[in-house]
């Protein structure tokens, strides 16, 4: 019987063999032509299956909640200036992940400590990656910076050469005393000033350029010429800042870049051309000083400058990822207009809570006068003594992050964080602003309380640990620049309330509103009035 089933099968088997046999001998066209489209029609079927149940398997989960928009456009014409508040205020109405669509563009915006540890510690390979507007690729000569950078080899040399070559703890140590005669001179320059008002923003801005600048050249730059280059280069940013913050439809409708509506992109480069005219006679003068084998004023002698260092890259025939001039400016741009802007403006912001709790400012002099003593001058080896000052600038970074929404990520994969779906690309906003006031995580969070930051210190540091505090990101791409941000504030801080008392002009009030932009500006510059406080400051001499 068996025997019998198997002969039938085999010689079925046998026929259905030679019919194809003779189909694919051309004896019959059209069963030719009808199992070819037979064949086709089940693949296409088994790969549709297979496609669907594998997008099934890896991503089942909806898309974040959101408001609806209107169509084409999206939620375009509702985006406000203050896109850190607006993005708060949506989470109280979504929850803390939610989704606005743009034309063809999705964002999605997070605003929980949990969210924040999912896409920056569990899935942080995944949202390395950035998402530059239009305007940042025009002002980084096409990403070229480290900052925008996507993910991959050129990120990781360009960053790696900053942090060994720069921020080593002994290059910190060699450049110390080219960031302590910057902080002397402007010292002198605003005991000139005593009792006249002065803009905060505009000596913290020149003075930690010059910190900056003086640190890259190793002191070559001489102070004149630098302190009319700084003015020049702050006019320059600050546009710049303004221009990367513009929300710009080349970005959300990518068929109109080429056309460049808002003009934007020409704005950007003819900002850069302005970029050019500083770095170029810079750069110029630090060949030139490498040709001749010239000294720099760095405390070990012989010890090469950053400028040297990355000059002598370019050079480098054999590197595994040359780099050209260009790359080295958008490098500079990034290093100066990102350390510059984000330490003058959290020194405004500290400044500016403190003129406003007199009480609290008294605590941080009665600290200084403690640690340092009112006849000798502030030594960055004081900064791990100030205890109190720290915590006044973590309070201030928790009330106003200089980068409100952090750098935008872009997941390189679809994934799923907090149960729904970020698929690929996606732009992806941290609103750490929110986050630091997020009443869950934080008693009374809107109020200034440095007292908070004392009990537990080692819970708060800046390396994006805690995620309910982020001030400097956290992950593969938080900040490179900290242990240089960290200095360059609590010394700058420290040597300027050391020195004099402040106030208030007669009739002003301290204004708290904040401005969005890439870097959060009060909305107001302060305005302040220094008297002298040390016993005497020919000690700056
Ligand atoms: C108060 C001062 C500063 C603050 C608050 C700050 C904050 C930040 C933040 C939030 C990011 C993005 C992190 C992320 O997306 O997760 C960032 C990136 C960066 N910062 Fe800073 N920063 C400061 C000072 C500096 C300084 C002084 C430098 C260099 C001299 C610097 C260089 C950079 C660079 C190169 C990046 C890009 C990192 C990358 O994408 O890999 N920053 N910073």
Redesign the pocket.
Known sequence: MISDVLHKLLSTISNQWTWWWDVINEKDELARAVLTISIMLLLSIFFYLWTFLKSRNQISAPLPPGPCGLPIVGYLPFLGTNLHQQFAELAHQYGPIYQLWFGKKLWVVLSSPSLAKEV?RDLDTVF?N?DPPIAALAATYGGF?????PYGPY?RT??KV?VRE??SNTSLEDTYSLRRDEVKKTIRDLHSKIGTAVEISEITFLM?FNL?MS?LWGGTVDSQRADSVGTEFRAVTSKIIELLAKPNVSDFFPILARFDVQGVEREMKRLLQRVDRIFDPLLESGMSRREGGQENGMKSKGKKDFIQILLELKEREDAAIPITLQQIKA?LL???S???D??A??VEWVMAELLHKPEVMKKVQEELSDIVGLDNIVEESHMPKLHYLDAVLKET?RLH???PL????RPNQSSIVGGYNIPKDTRVF?N?WAIHRDPEAWDDPSEFKPERFLSDASEWD?N?NNFQF?????????????P???K??MYVLASLLHSFDWKVPEGEEIDLSEKFGI?MKKSKPLIAIPTQRLSSLKLYA
């Open positions: 920056v390395a950035r910076d480290i900052a925008f950078a990120w360009m960053r900053f720069m921020l930690e900056i640190m490098l990034d290093i100066v990102g350390g510059t984000t330490t403006t959290m970074f992050p200089a980068l952090l750098v935008p990520k941290l750490i800046y994006g982020l001030p400097f990101g956290s992950g593969r791409r938080i900040c490179a620049g900290i240089l941000a960290e360059m504030v870097v």
